[in-house]
Every structure is written in structure tokens, then in C-alpha cells.
């Protein structure tokens, strides 16, 4: 069921006009984390695929909220990447609509466990202007901008400019030249910065913890050595060393 959010979303104030209305269908607890906007073509090929799923998935575990706008290609690899209960998808039309039909599962999915908004009444049928609108929105709701790939005059560049004019920050994978025309020239004047390790680009980011995981990371503030904390926490040590929490020196865990 579609409600009306009651409060201000201060990451808002950067559009143009702040909506009248915000509708929401989920979890607004999502609003409240650090979030990364990821956007880019209808049409990637096969390597961009990859690192988007890769990266959406990576910046998720580390408790960072992927925005996208709902779309094919980039959009719906951005959503499923970083889970259904920690993504935000941004409408262009009312949430009772789910379009494009294609996507119809996934938006399912993120209505159930994550996070639609829209700026627009159920019922509202998404128009030319809207998509740019919901463009802005995903933009403004980011910490940062990723691009993961662009076509010249597209709507990737858009909110790119978007970004720009909210002064916010913006990155693009490597690419070879002719996958990535869009955003060459924006390369080159240094308005986009390119990621060339994903680890080391993820790991830049401080770990969101909820209360279990605080648990584990002031147990590992002790330095306990690595089989005690094995034994005291199993797999959650696995998965805080997989994701780079941690490191391991001469048998003691040690925070990064």
C-alpha cells in the first residue's frame, strides 16, 4: 500500500524544487544509511554487468543503501546486486505501476523488502519529463554519483550534471574508450574520477555495523588471536575477513 512520507529527507534540498509529495512503498529505515546513487545504460555489455553487480554487492555488505531508478540494464543489476532489503529504487511514475514490466519481479521484490519511492500519485503514468525528474531524485539521494557506463546524450549524462550542480562526487569503472564515449570528455576535464580496483574503492568506505555486528567489532578491538575469535564467533569472522574488516598479523585480528 502506498503511503505519504511525513518527514523531511534533508538529502532532498539539493534538487531544483523539493517535491510536494513523496510516496513510499517499504522500508523508510533505509533512508537513514549512507547511500551510493549507481546508474548508467540500458544496454551494458557483458563486463560492465559484472563490476556493477560486483560493486553493488560489495558496497551493500559494507553497509552502504545503492539507489537506481528501476530501469533495465545498469538499474536492475545495481538493485540486485546490493539485495532487495538495501536498495532504494526511485519511480517515475506512481508505485502501484510497476514499469518497465520487465522489471516487474524485482520491483516486487524491493517494495517487499527494501525501499520504492516516487514523486508521483498511484496511477500516474510515467511521461518523458518524469524519468528526468526521477533522475534528479536519484542523484540527490546518493552521497556519491557511479556511472558505470554511458552513452553520449543519454540520461546517464543527465545526472551527471545533476551531480555536478549538487557538487557531488562522481565515478565511473574502467572502460575501454569506445564502451564508455559518454563520459570520456568528463574523464578528461576531471568533473569523473575512475575506479581501477574495486576492493580498494569499496574499502574507502567505513563499515555500517547494526547492533550484532558492533558486538564483533569491539570484541575484535581486543585483538583477540584469530582462532579465539573462531571459536567465539565462526562464520561472522569469516565474513568480516572476506570483507576486509580485519586482517590478520602474526595470529592476532587486527581492524583496518
Do not use: W
Amino acid at each position: 500500500m502506498t503511503e505519504i512520507l511525513d518527514f523531511h529527507i534533508k538529502k532532498l534540498d539539493s534538487l531544483k524544487k523539493y517535491p510536494n509529495e513523496l510516496f513510499f512503498r517499504g522500508d523508510i529505515n533505509l533512508l537513514d544509511k549512507p547511500s551510493i546513487s549507481i546508474v548508467g545504460t540500458r544496454r551494458p555489455i557483458n563486463y560492465t554487468k559484472q563490476l556493477c553487480y560486483e560493486l553493488s554487492s560489495k558496497l551493500s555488505q559494507r553497509g552502504v543503501c545503492i539507489i537506481s531508478g528501476g530501469a533495465m540494464g545498469v538499474d536492475a543489476i545495481a538493485h540486485q546486486g546490493a539485495g532487495f532489503d538495501n536498495t532504494i529504487c526511485v519511480l517515475a511514475n506512481g508505485l502501484n505501476i510497476k514499469y518497465p514490466k520487465v522489471n516487474k519481479n524485482i520491483l516486487n521484490s524491493i517494495e517487499k523488502q527494501g525501499l520504492l519511492l516516487s514523486t508521483y500519485k498511484d496511477d500516474f503514468k510515467a511521461t518523458r519529463y518524469t524519468f528526468v525528474h526521477r533522475n534528479e531524485v536519484v542523484v540527490a539521494l546518493g552521497d556519491i554519483l557511479i556511472i558505470m557506463q554511458a552513452d553520449e546524450n543519454s540520461g546517464s549524462i543527465r545526472s551527471l550534471e545533476y551531480a555536478l550542480k549538487m557538487n557531488k562526487k562522481v565515478y565511473t569503472i574502467a572502460h575501454r574508450i569506445e564502451d564508455n564515449k559518454g563520459l570520456i570528455k568528463y574523464i578528461k576535464k576531471g568533473f569523473v574520477e575512475v575506479i581501477y580496483d574495486i576492493d580498494e574503492f569499496v574499502n574507502s568506505f567505513k563499515h555500517q555495523n547494526s547492533k550484532q555486528e558492533d558486538e564483533v567489532i569491539n570484541y575484535l578491538k581486543t585483538k583477540p588471536t584469530y582462532e579465539e575469535a573462531l571459536i567465539k564467533y565462526n562464520d561472522k569472522i569469516f565474513e568480516y575477513e572476506l570483507n576486509c574488516i580485519f586482517k590478520v598479523e602474526n595470529g592476532v585480528c587486527v581492524l583496518l
